[in-house]
């Protein structure tokens, strides 16, 4: 996986505004270290928690919830009660799907944001935004970015827990 070019070095990604390049490549560049990090992970490691950690399950779950919760408050919607379902459940393994259906998950909701991504003017990214009950002030451009950085950073962990229980 090493020797495949990095999303950012690929070119801008078409129809996506410039200023959302780097989010654009940063989530394609999740989804696709999460598939190969999870090429032969054994399945019945998925919920397991080494060292007290969360487990690959619930980064598998919690980067989807949390990229549909940051799209439905860059859309100024609110949450649903099947997305507060989801994120009481995100670190649950009861009826969880498999890994590749978490992966695939993933990959679906990266492609409505890049969709989302191509609908937006430049001009819309520096409008205000809130998140949460608390109505707590962001922008669009800071919603998309942390979408993306929050994705990376689980990526991030999702390996160390992946090399932790396949040794």
Do not use: C
């Not at 100024?76 to 992966?103: C, H, R, V, W, Y």
């Not at 451009?141 to 979408?147: M, P, R, S, Y």
């Not at 990376?152 to 932790?164: I, K, N």
Request: hydrophobic letters at 40%; zero cysteines.
């Amino acid at each position: 996986m090493s020797r495949i070019q990095e999303y950012w070095l690929s070119g801008p990604i078409a129809g996506v505004p410039a200023l959302l390049q780097p989010s654009a490549h940063a989530l394609l560049q999740s989804v696709r270290e999460v598939k190969g990090y999870l090429a032969d992970f054994p399945e019945e490691k998925l919920w397991e928690q080494p060292f007290g950690r969360a487990s690959v399950g619930f980064h598998l779950r919690h980067f989807t919830g949390v990229l549909d919760r940051l799209m439905t408050y860059a859309k100024e919607e609110s949450l649903t009660d099947a997305q507060f379902q989801f994120l009481k459940n995100e670190g649950n393994g009861e009826n969880a799907p498999s890994a590749q259906e978490m992966i695939t998950d993933f990959e679906q909701k990266v492609d409505e944001a890049l969709a989302y991504f191509k609908t937006l003017p430049e001009s819309a990214l520096t409008e205000a935004r809130f998140v949460g009950r608390k109505k707590l002030p962001t922008t669009v451009i800071g919603l998309l970015f942390h979408a993306a950085e929050h994705s990376q950073r689980h990526v991030g962990q999702l390996l160390v827990t992946v090399s932790a229980l396949k040794n």
